[in-house]
């Protein structure tokens, strides 16, 4: 296994693709449908290598999620996955901790490249610590 995912989209049969894609990547994933279950489990001392949202969850959007992952947990990297693809919008991800954003529909390759380069790239953070 290359890693433990955490993600969280409010719709099963997007969750289903997505836990799907990343397990078949080598990829451990948990996948729930709010941002309230993932702080939970965040907040019960689950470990996990990375969160992936979508923007548009229901009842906790992705951007309040992101904001209180990285207030409560920061050292987890966030990609952000959205249809969204105003140019404001990923920006205010960046800006609020996000480390990728990732413009749905993706590929499997497209979601395998960014959360590998997403854990390269705090794997690299933390090396110099």
């Known amino acids: 296994?290359?890693?433990?995912?955490?993600?969280?989209?409010?719709e099963e049969?997007?969750?289903?693709?997505?836990?799907?894609?990343?397990t078949s990547g080598g990829y451990q994933c948990q996948a729930v449908e709010s941002g309230f279950d993932a702080l939970a489990m965040?907040?019960?001392?689950?470990q996990f290598e990375l969160l992936l949202t979508d923007m548009l969850n229901w009842p906790m959007g992705g951007l309040t999620l992101l904001l209180r992952t990285k207030k409560e947990f920061p050292d987890i990297?966030?990609?952000?996955?959205?249809?969204?693809?105003?140019?404001?919008?990923v920006r205010e991800c960046f800006r609020s901790g996000a480390c990728e954003y990732?413009?749905?529909?993706?590929?499997?390759?497209?979601?395998?490249?960014t959360v590998s380069r997403a854990l390269e790239r705090e794997k690299e953070a933390t090396k110099d610590l």
Do not use: H, K
Not at 77 to 89: G, N, T, Y
């Open 13 to 22: 049969t997007v969750r289903d693709i997505i836990s799907s894609m990343l």
């Open 77 to 89: 990297p966030i990609v952000v996955a959205s249809a969204i693809r105003e140019d404001a919008v």
């Open 102 to 113: 990732l413009f749905m529909p993706f590929s499997r390759e497209q979601l395998l490249d």
């Open 1 to 10: 296994m290359r890693g433990r995912i955490l993600a969280v989209n409010d």
């Open 42 to 46: 965040l907040a019960a001392g689950e």
